[in-house]
């Protein structure tokens, strides 16, 4: 069964608004998260490193004040999308590596549409 | 130079048929490889590791050549269920750290 889960699926929401989108990881802790995101027939990008307790750790050219990522428990990472605009249509999928292996679970994936 | 590069494809091969995809990095540093497999709107789902020895797992074999930084998957015996899209996947560490994908590789397998 899944062992990461994501919610919303798909969102649509009108410009300037925000979203929120949360990732879980259920039947393990997982002290690291990370955000991926995906325009189409584009690969997967890395977005963030969520870190429970501290700070995310942003990639190259993502703006953390626009996304903005909270990690306040050893199972839940959530990524806002702030003052969304078209262009931040895309796949959202995040990840959550077990501690012993380090395998990296994904989450299902959200769907967000911003007309 | 993009830091992990595949053929975007689509390759259509009959059922039956062996295919082959490869792929390189740019990072020598890089210390894990993987296979993952995207279907159509979905989440990435491991397919499997790739190590310098080479591995196995039924019908698909994996192979990384460090010299060349290059990635190879091999499918034989292909099934009308191996069509997706074969994403290239690298770590740059040993730990927990963020992948880097390649765009990936669009296989469709016709009856």
């Known amino acids: 069964g899944a062992v990461v889960s994501q919610h919303p699926s798909w969102v649509i929401c009108k410009s300037g608004t925000s979203v929120k989108i949360e990732c879980r990881s259920l039947?393990?802790?997982?002290?690291?998260m990370f955000w991926y995101r995906q325009f189409p027939k584009q690969s997967l990008m890395l977005m963030a490193t969520?870190?429970?307790?501290?700070?995310?750790?942003?990639e190259q050219g993502v703006e953390k004040d626009k996304f903005l990522i909270n990690h306040a428990s050893l199972t839940l990472s959530t990524l806002t999308v702030t003052s969304a605009h078209p262009e931040d249509s895309s796949f959202y999928i995040c990840?959550?590596?077990?501690?012993?292996?380090?395998?990296?679970?994904f989450g299902p994936g959200t769907r967000l549409t911003v007309t | 130079r993009k830091e992990v590069e595949q053929d975007p494809g689509p390759f259509n091969v009959p059922e039956g048929a062996t295919v082959a995809f490869n792929c390189t990095y740019s990072?020598?540093?890089?210390?894990?490889f993987f296979w993952y497999r995207q279907d159509c709107r979905k989440e990435p789902k491991l397919l499997m590791s790739?190590?310098?020895s080479g591995n196995e797992d039924g019908r698909f074999t994996a192979q990384l050549n460090r010299a060349s930084q290059y990635i190879s998957l091999l499918i034989r015996d292909s099934k009308l269920s191996d069509s997706a899209t074969y994403l290239c996947?690298?770590?740059?560490?040993?730990?927990?750290?963020?992948?880097?994908f390649g765009k990936g590789t669009h296989l469709i397998i016709q009856p």
């Open positions: 996947v690298v770590k740059p560490g040993g730990g927990a750290d963020g992948l880097t």
């Open positions: 790739v190590y310098s």
């Open positions: 990072n020598s540093a890089s210390q894990s």
């Open positions: 990840s959550a590596p077990r501690t012993a292996s380090y395998e990296q679970y």
């Open positions: 969520s870190n429970e307790g501290s700070k995310a750790t942003y």
């Open positions: 039947d393990f802790q997982a002290t690291t």
